[in-house]
């Protein structure tokens, strides 16, 4: 069955001129070489589509930068306040843990067997008192107690675990921890004294620059050593001290700000960044976004250009074939005049190819002429010196004229 179909297409393709095999043949390559172009167009005109959606959506402009930023900020900032809070959260678990040491063997030396440990902590100093506010016990004599029996007498414990003010004393920054227990019908306290390293460790592993201020404005930790102990009252400082959370500008600077709840005390504490350093990535992305716009545009002109000479080009084609298949009825005078010109041009290109090739004999005879000449000038040259040779040697002439006289 598929031989004798195809039988009948050879026999189809037999039957047909040269001209009109020649004529579905033509048409076929323009047909084959306008899809490839309106598909080549095509295809520019969706990945210029694609790079402008893909860049313009990924970010939108400013407004996107400003969010993230600020985003940014946000987690930054709770991400300290967590840290902190579990911070004093440690230290409320190690201050039990020590007082009912201590209560249960009188001999055991605070702080003694995690020295290190508590160092990174920030543990200056350990003292237990009673009831009385008594000194029972202190590991670092050097530091006075007087602050911390007033701060007991004054402070109304709701729960064990008081967290103190952060104060400054010759420009040093200190705290006091304060837990309350109960061991039979009396009352023991136990104070740690902390100095202000673990807090600043904490602030300086930050993208970000981070103030830390007490309820009076003072600056007790910063991830900028500069700032510490230094008051910072604006509008920024004055919503976090009223308990306020969120985003502020004051000159050049971004800043997210929040409190620290520590359950009967607070800190309050600041991320910030320069405007200049974002402001920065949005003109860096803005000139980007132009140069793909520019890119983008320049690239579907041309490709829009491509498919206008492709469709114009295919038209011209489509025409000449259909000239070249009815030339010998309509358009058979165009063909004889087109032959005839033809003709005339084969008659003139041989008479163009004579007079180049006389044109070359005629070089060659001058070139002839030039070299004789330029013999025959030498000639004469040379005779010339040997008449001037001769009329100035007077000896010479007579000799010359003697041979003459015997020759004759």
């Known amino acids: 069955m598929i031989n004798f179909i195809n039988k009948i297409k050879n026999k189809n393709s037999s039957s047909k001129t040269p001209e009109e095999l020649d004529y579905e043949k033509n048409i076929k390559k323009l047909d084959r070489k306008l899809n490839i172009r309106i598909a080549g167009g095509v295809f520019g005109i969706i990945l210029t589509l694609m790079i402008l959606m893909t860049f313009i959506t990924k970010k939108n402009m400013e407004g996107s930068f400003y969010k993230n930023i600020e985003r940014e900020l946000n987690s930054a900032r709770d991400s300290k306040i967590s840290q902190i809070q ?27 067997s995690k020295k290190e440990f508590y160092a990174d902590l920030g543990i200056e100093d350990v003292a237990v008192f009673d009831k009385n506010f ?10 006075d107690t007087l602050e911390i029996k007033k701060n007991l007498k004054d402070i109304k414990f709701k729960n064990p675990f008081y967290i103190g003010d952060i104060d400054f004393h010759e420009e040093t920054t200190y705290q006091y921890l304060y ?103 949005i003109s860096r992305y803005l000139k980007i976004v132009a140069l793909i716009w520019i890119i983008s545009i320049s690239f579907g002109v041309v490709v829009s250009i491509f498919l206008k000479n492709s469709i114009v080009s295919y038209a011209e084609g ?32 041989e008479s163009l190819d004579k007079i180049k090739s006389f044109s070359k004999e005629i070089g060659v005879l001058k070139e002839r002429l030039i070299r004789q000449n330029n013999e025959l000038l030498n000639k004469m040259k040379k005779e010339k010196v040997v008449i001037d040779e001769i009329k100035e040697n007077e000896s010479l002439r007579k000799k010359i004229s003697e041979k003459i006289n015997d020759f004759k």
């Open 86 to 112: 579990n911070y004093y959260k440690n230290l409320n678990f190690e201050m039990e843990a020590q007082i009912v040491n201590y209560l249960r063997y009188r001999n055991y030396d605070l702080l003694g």
């Open 134 to 143: 008594s000194v029972l016990y202190q590991k670092n004599k050097s530091f």
């Open 318 to 349: 489509r025409s000449r074939i259909e000239v070249e298949k009815t030339g010998d009825g309509k358009y058979g005078y165009l063909k004889e005049e087109f032959i005839e010109v033809f003709e005339n041009l084969d008659e003139v290109d």
């Open 179 to 281: 837990y309350k227990v109960y061991k039979g019908q009396n009352e023991y306290y136990l104070s740690f004294r902390l100095n202000n390293n673990y807090m600043e460790n904490l602030l300086k592993n930050s993208e970000f620059k981070m103030d830390v201020l007490n309820k009076d404005y003072y600056v007790v930790s910063s991830s900028s050593l500069e700032n510490v102990n230094n008051v910072q009252i604006d509008d920024v400082t004055k919503k976090m001290l009223s308990g306020r959370t969120g985003i502020g500008k004051i000159d050049d600077f971004i800043y997210s700000y929040s409190f620290i709840d520590l359950d009967e005390s607070a800190l309050y504490i600041k991320t910030y960044l320069s405007e200049k350093i974002y402001k920065g990535d």
